[in-house]
């Protein structure tokens, strides 16, 4: 299996601009987790999705915030209006039976 | 919700010696903790894992440990090595959803 599979790696994009962030769970795993890492916060759990239902989104920061899972083998997190305090390395993570696995992640650097 | 808080932020170690890093939690519910390995620009993978209805486990140079009336586990390596240098986080949740980690430990391990 390829693993959780997130893109894009790298963004750079202005103040303002939507950022769209993608993943691709792992094949036959139920829960999806969107978490987001900086140096002051350290890992953080934005929201999870168990079989593509929304279960827990408390940790998403504000309204600009959204995530989407329209089926078993993709999800988005998008940011609208995107502020250079989002700037962080952002992990897609699935799990079966309570392990969970990380994404590469997608770096992204709001200027 | 629940807390976890993870001490000390920084080891250093000499080559050879052991490392113990020490993870507490809040919520007694709590009954699935992983420990993730992070290096430089790469994402966390999971390194060892312990139930709630187990006390110990081991895999090789490492092990994990928890106490359930004190809430706390604790991570232990042995005969450390260079290529152990990274950034180890522990994790509590229920059933293993909600991982909430704490703030990670930078490891060095001096050859």
């Known amino acids: 299996d390829a693993g959780v599979i997130q893109s894009p790696r790298h963004e750079v994009t202005e103040m303002g601009q939507e950022v769209t962030l993608r993943c691709k769970p792992i094949?036959?795993?139920?829960?999806l987790f969107w978490y987001r890492q900086t140096m002051m916060r350290g890992l953080e759990l934005l929201i999870y999705?168990?079989?593509?239902?929304?279960?827990?989104d408390s940790g998403m920061p504000e309204d600009r915030f959204s995530a989407k899972m329209p089926n078993a083998s993709f999800s988005t997190l998008k940011i609208q209006p995107s502020e250079p305090r989002d700037s962080a390395v952002y992990f897609c993570?699935?799990?079966?039976?309570?392990?969970?696995?990380f994404g590469e992640g997608s770096w992204l650097t709001v200027v | 919700g629940e807390n976890v808080e993870q001490h000390p932020s920084t080891l250093s170690v000499q080559e050879g010696d052991s490392a113990v890093i020490k993870c507490t939690y809040s919520?007694?519910?709590?009954?699935?903790f992983p420990w993730y390995k992070q290096e430089l620009g790469k994402r966390p993978q999971l390194i060892i894992d312990?139930?709630?209805?187990?006390g110990e486990k081991k895999d090789q140079r490492i092990a994990v440990t928890l106490n359930k009336t004190a809430k706390h586990f604790s991570l232990h390596i042995t005969e450390t090595q260079p290529e152990d240098s990274a950034v180890y986080f522990c994790?509590?949740?229920?059933?293993?959803?909600?991982?909430?980690f704490g703030a990670g430990t930078i490891l060095r391990v001096k050859s």
């Open positions: 993570a699935s799990s079966i039976q309570n392990t969970i696995y």
């Open positions: 094949s036959g795993h139920d829960y």
């Open positions: 999705f168990n079989n593509n239902v929304p279960i827990d």
């Open positions: 919520d007694s519910a709590s009954n699935y």
């Open positions: 312990i139930r709630s209805n187990v």
């Open positions: 994790a509590a949740s229920i059933n293993g959803n909600k991982l909430v």
